[in-house]
């Protein structure tokens, strides 16, 4: 064989090996989908794979998942889960309202796994927790709108002399409503001062913060969103740069240095997600699958940050903290 036709045939050869790589996958092996609005995967994919393994589903051996990332950009979301549809895969998991929103829809008879669904019933994605009916089904993030009040309750033990607090808000969340009300109960039972304020974009923290500041509020809670959760980083850094203790739903935003957290364990959602997946492959019906919610809140408190503050973290919250950074 002559160098040209040997280098014809190599190159024959590796432009196949795709194919035969996917020929070679046994034909019985379920291929599922994953929607995400991130743009890669995260410490939560993580969680969501090692709940698969403990479930003895391993992935490229004997479940496929097809991953369609949206980077960042929600107004992608709809085509991904439209190509998702095209390739008929017997799932799609679906973790937050926007990528559940897309996947919903996307298509009427796929089954739909939600993740971290907030207010499911609120919204539309099931008709009720017990028989969600319809194709969805899943965990939803956090039903109970009175995890508000403790937010409003941590940071007045944190801040005795708290009379005014801000709330940031992305309006454009899906769900996000009731929370939104729930807020504002909240301060007025505490006798606190209520500001709101949205954040429908980015670049509107930095505007955000500057209102804070304009208005005098003594502390922030920050409302989940996707989108807050994206750039928490930013979040924390304007909350450290104006002095303003803060208070996320994410407990990620701690390490970064954000003051507290409180909220659901969002790994513990992201490992019991594939019961759901492993029980809809054996033949279950999303719609006879009740919806199940968070067992496992969180709450983390970061000292260092609260030295910088000038704040003295009572004893009696510290015990109760899940996990302390020092």
Same mark, same amino acid.
């Given at each position: ?19 035969? @790589?996917?020929? #070679? ?15 890669? &995967? ?11 393994? *403990?479930?003895?589903?391993? *992935?490229?051996?004997? $479940? ?5 990332? +949206?980077? =960042? ?26 990528? @559940? ?8 008879? $796929? ?12 919204? =539309? ?28 309750? !941590? ?9 005014? @607090? ?8 899906? =769900? ?5 009300? &729930?807020?504002?109960?909240?301060? %007025?039972? !505490?006798? !606190?001062?209520?500001? *709101? @304020? ?13 209102? $804070? ?5 003594? +502390? ?9 959760? &994206? ?7 304007? &909350? ?16 970064? /240095? /954000? ?23 054996? =033949?279950? %019906? ?19 940050? +609260?030295?910088?503050? /000038? ?11 899940? #996990?302390?950074?020092?």
């Amino acid at each position: 064989m002559d160098r040209r036709t040997f280098l014809g045939t190599l190159a024959g050869s590796v432009l196949a090996a795709p194919l035969l @790589i996917e020929a #070679q996958q046994p034909a019985n092996v379920p291929r599922i989908g994953y929607l995400s609005y991130q743009s890669s &995967a995260s410490h939560l994919t993580k969680a969501f794979h090692q709940g698969l393994r *403990e479930l003895g589903y391993f *992935e490229g051996q004997n $479940i496929i998942v097809e991953y369609r990332w +949206a980077h =960042g950009d929600f107004t992608r979301l709809p085509d991904l889960a439209a190509d998702l549809v095209r390739r008929n895969v017997r799932l799609i998991v679906a973790p937050g309202n926007r990528e @559940i929103n897309a996947a919903k829809a996307a298509t009427s008879t $796929i089954p739909i796994v939600m993740v971290v669904a907030v207010d499911p019933v609120g919204v =539309g994605f099931v008709t009720s927790i017990a028989r969600p009916g319809g194709n969805l089904t899943g965990l939803a993030w956090a039903p109970a709108v009175e995890i508000v009040s403790k937010h409003m309750e !941590l940071l007045k033990e944190v801040v005795p002399t708290l009379s005014r @607090i801000a709330v940031l808000v992305d309006p454009s969340f899906p =769900g996000i409503a009731p929370y939104r009300d &729930a807020a504002e109960g909240a301060a %007025k039972q !505490l006798g !606190l001062t209520y500001q *709101e @304020i949205e954040v429908r974009e980015a670049d509107n923290f930095s505007k955000a913060f500057a209102a $804070i500041v304009r208005e005098r509020s003594e +502390a922030v809670f920050v409302q989940v969103s996707p989108r807050v959760f &994206a750039h928490l980083r930013d979040l924390v850094d304007l &909350a450290a740069h104006h002095q303003i203790p803060a208070i996320f739903v994410f407990r990620e935003a701690v390490p970064l /240095g /954000g003051l507290m957290s409180y909220g659901v364990d969002l790994v513990d959602l992201y490992k019991r997600a594939p019961t759901f997946v492993v029980k809809i492959l054996h =033949g279950a %019906k999303p719609a006879d699958l009740p919806v199940e919610q968070p067992t496992k809140f969180e709450l983390v408190i970061n000292l260092k940050t +609260a030295r910088a503050l /000038g704040l003295t973290i009572p004893a009696s919250l510290l015990q109760r903290a899940d #996990q302390v950074i020092e």
